[in-house]
């Protein structure tokens, strides 16, 4: 039940709402939401359990303007459905809708009315894309807890020797995402020249099974040797092939009694061990070890440390690939909250993307080192994500706000804050996403920061928000010409914004001009992708 309530509380966090939880197997309600209504469990019941056959998150019941979301959750051998009710549509517009919605909700008609009266609205396309991504970050969350526990046997495995502990010590203080699998594998190919008799070494580090042109994985087999390795990369490929190891994922050796035969294809080979390098069912490449030095056979010492260098190894080569699926995973977040505040807003569509680019010529212009740029992005594109939790009738009215509405879309910034603080690949944008209405006289929100109290890339930020917002369209009024908009930064630099910022701003003027006539349909973290 521990890992349950772990559970809740991430979708809690994701959601803002308390979940119902169900026997994905008997369809029997485990435990009900305690601040929401569970629905009617006689509807529910049978519906769980095709849920959890299917294994993807549904809307499974609709009408009088909300829904029910069932999302099936992998725990140890049982599948769990969560539910819970959110709302979709608009006011009542009959006695019938508030009958309908206390079905939908189990509950009576007076509690269904105060129910919607308490919720957020959603969209049933955000639910279900929300949805997936939690249950795949879920997955990713699962599959590191197993690699963790992977390396904790292997750990409890180790030899005692000193030779082999040195050996295995020093690879696993290499475990660095930031190191690829060919550099740990080098290091492991020199270690072992010195620990095992044998002539020589290889590691044959398969292509990425990733068929995206995109993505920066290896897309060729990769051969490392040191010593004398009797067979060229080819022949070691015909090798695995031979001895048929890509089912078997297997440690495998070949002493004189095998070698020896007519019928063995590789006179140069007289002894060999071969160990894959693999994560679970997953084989990212070879070690191989050939020909004892005292022309000897190998043993188990010989192949039982063969064995751990490559299951580190597997395990390093699947932490890479984990942390690209991480990766793919915080994009996707950043798409859907990026997509999230566009429909939210289609007057401002393409605002967010603008807003980081422009911020991040901006801060180029200003000497920032690589990686604030690609953080700069990021949170130009998030820095309005707390516009989601602003009404509609004040995000897209036409006219002048009154200062009750202006004080409500003040809290965006704040909103957005809460929105992403339970994302920790993405925390590092949090100042931004918060202080980008700072001003530098200390009269903007929320904090009312001055000067370089607000931090640098919040206030690369606003000047860049300024300049799209000023400069675009909207359906109530045309963009300002550029001497207008120039000569109010111009008035603004030392009062609203940032001198530096307003410096660069004129310096980089021709460039940002360009941006803003450039619409892009696709995200790009990595800024050394687009920039020239």
Request: charged content about 25%.
């Amino acid at each position: 039940m521990h890992r349950l309530e772990l559970v809740n509380r991430e979708l809690q966090t994701w959601f803002g709402v308390d979940f119902s939880y169900w026997d994905g197997e008997t369809g029997e309600m485990m435990r009900a939401a305690e601040m929401q209504p569970s629905g009617d469990e006689n509807y529910l019941s049978p519906i769980v359990r095709a849920v959890a056959v299917k294994k993807k998150p549904e809307i499974v019941a609709e009408q009088a303007g909300a829904c029910i979301l069932a999302m099936p959750l992998a725990m140890d051998s049982a599948t769990i459905v969560a539910t819970s009710p959110f709302l979709t549509g608009e006011q009542f517009e009959c006695d019938d809708d508030v009958e309908a919605l206390a079905r939908l909700l189990g509950t009576t008609p007076d509690r269904a009315g105060q129910w919607k009266g308490e919720q957020n609205r959603w969209t049933t396309q955000s639910l279900e894309r929300i949805a997936r991504l939690q249950l795949s970050k879920l997955s990713v969350d699962d599959e590191a807890r197993r690699l963790s526990n992977e390396i904790d046997k292997i750990s409890d495995s180790l030899s005692s020797t000193y030779e082999e502990i040195s050996l295995l010590y020093g690879l696993t203080q290499n475990l660095r995402i930031s190191s690829s699998d060919e550099q740990l594998g080098d290091l492991a190919l020199n270690w072992l020249l010195e620990v095992l008799p044998c002539e020589g070494l290889a590691i044959q580090f398969l292509p990425t099974r990733d068929d995206d042109v995109s993505s920066k994985g290896r897309n060729e087999t990769k051969t490392l040797n040191v010593g004398v390795c009797p067979l060229q990369s080819e022949e070691l490929s015909r090798l695995v092939q031979h001895l048929n190891l890509g089912e078997k994922g297997a440690p495998f050796v070949a002493n004189q009694r095998i070698t020896a035969r007519e019928e063995w294809p590789f006179p140069k080979v007289r002894q060999l061990i071969v160990v894959p390098l693999a994560e679970g069912d997953n084989i990212f490449g070879w070690i191989m070890a050939f020909n004892h030095c005292e022309n000897k056979g190998f043993g188990t010492v010989e192949a039982s440390l063969l064995s751990s260098v490559g299951a580190i190894l597997g395990i390093h080569s699947g932490n890479i690939e984990l942390y690209r699926q991480q990766s793919e995973f915080v994009t996707s977040v950043v798409q859907a909250l990026t997509s999230a505040i566009d429909a939210k807003d289609p007057y401002t569509c393409g605002h967010s993307d603008r807003v980081a680019r422009l911020s991040v010529c901006l801060a180029r212009q200003m000497g920032q080192d690589t990686d604030s740029l690609n953080l700069l992005y990021m949170a130009g594109l998030l820095h309005d994500v707390g516009k989601i939790g602003i009404d509609d009738s004040v995000l897209r009215k036409p006219g002048r706000l009154t200062d009750a509405e202006y004080e409500h879309i003040k809290l965006h910034p704040e909103l957005g804050y809460n929105i992403l603080k339970g994302l920790k690949q993405i925390e590092k944008v949090l100042p931004v996403v918060l202080h980008h209405h700072e001003q530098w006289d200390g009269k903007g929100y929320p904090h009312k920061l001055k000067a370089d109290d607000t931090p640098l890339l919040a206030r690369i930020t606003a000047v860049a928000d300024a300049y799209d917002a000023m400069s675009s369209d909207r359906p109530y009024r045309k963009g300002m010409p550029e001497e207008k908009v120039d000569a109010i930064f111009r008035d603004g630099a030392g009062q609203q914004w940032d001198p530096a910022v307003i410096n660069a701003f004129f310096a980089a003027r021709d460039e940002l001009r360009s941006i803003l006539s450039e619409e892009r349909a696709e995200i790009r973290f990595d800024v050394r992708d687009w920039l020239k």
